[in-house]
């Protein structure tokens, strides 16, 4: 059985403890927080205190607050004996300042109130420690199948990939929105597209997925497309995003 306290009361924190709580070789042994009304959540789960110096003693220890509290959070827990993880994508491990540390990073978006499936869950472990590494790995593993091995500054490439395809992709999305209320045009329309893009992306490559006018190198559309542009930005992007997507494909242009 792991005892695993959890530092932070917001997004993750809530994904953790509702799907930590599901399995039974873990036993939640606190839920620390500095936000009262929030820790009330966690009531029913776990005891929890909004007392930094009375966090309890336990296996594992996930600091889930914000990237910039990581370090002072960790302070509090400095001198205890488990193994102390953060659960962030783009801080290093070694911000943390005790020897027995480590990474316990799902790669997901997760949204308050949004469930999601676990066991589909990328958890990225990393640790100072191979036995703590092994632990983190058995710990991720109860929660979902897929678990790697990603250090430091692996995990910094991955995250910023991360923003790619997730971060920008759904700003993305935001401008298709705009242009079709420009037109009084439900953005519905255009979700069985999107859906398809990220279903394709499953069974081949992005290179081999591209579509569009870009690719075929169709110009006409292009300069179409980019007379029915009014914001700056937009074309800006509209350009830059042509003719990276056209760079890729030039030698078969
Ligand atoms: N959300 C995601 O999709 C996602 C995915 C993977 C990893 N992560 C990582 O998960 C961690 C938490 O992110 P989140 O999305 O759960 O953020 P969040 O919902 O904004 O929650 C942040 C938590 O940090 C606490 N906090 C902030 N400053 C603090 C301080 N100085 N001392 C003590 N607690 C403090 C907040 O308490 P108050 O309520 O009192 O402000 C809140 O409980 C981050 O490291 C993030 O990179 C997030």
């Known amino acids: 059985m792991l005892s695993i306290v959890i530092l932070g009361t917001g997004t993750i924190a809530k994904h953790l403890v509702g799907a930590l709580s599901k399995v039974k070789e873990v036993r939640l042994a606190q839920v620390v927080g500095r936000n009262q009304e929030q820790l009330l959540w966690f009531s029913g789960f776990a005891p929890i205190s909004t007392d930094f110096k009375a966090i309890m003693d ?4 996930l600091i889930a607050v914000k990237d910039d509290a ?3 959070v960790s302070r509090h827990i400095f001198d205890k004996k488990g193994i102390v993880a953060h659960v962030s994508g783009a801080t290093p491990m070694n911000s ?7 990474v316990f ?4 978006s997760f949204t308050e109130g ?8 990328p958890f990225c472990i990393e640790a100072q420690k191979e036995d703590a590494a ?3 790995k ?8 897929s678990v790697s091995d990603v250090d430091s500054q692996q995990r910094k490439k991955l995250h910023l990939a991360a923003m790619y395809v997730n971060n920008f992709s759904n700003y993305l999305y935001g401008v298709g929105e705009k242009l079709c209320e420009e037109e009084g045009l439900p953005f519905d329309l255009l979700k069985p597209l999107i859906l398809e893009t990220a279903e394709k992306i499953q069974v081949m490559s992005p290179k081999e997925a591209q579509t569009g006018p870009a690719r075929r190198g169709d110009k ?7 007379a029915l542009l009014h914001d700056k930005k937009q074309i800006e992007l509209y350009k830059l995003f042509s003719e990276a997507i056209k760079k890729v494909y030039e030698e078969k242009l």
């Not at 336990?58 to 220890?61: K, N």
């Not at 006409?220 to 980019?226: E, N, Q, V």
């Open 134 to 136: 092994e632990t983190l």
């Open 70 to 72: 990581i370090v002072e």
């Open 58 to 61: 336990a296996d594992i220890y």
């Open 220 to 226: 006409k559309t292009m300069k179409a497309h980019l």
């Open 105 to 108: 990073y799902p790669l997901q």
């Open 96 to 102: 943390l300042p005790m020897e027995n540390r480590g």
């Open 114 to 121: 949004r469930p999601l499936d676990f066991r589909t869950i």
């Open 138 to 145: 058995v710990l991720a593993g109860y929660l979902s199948d």
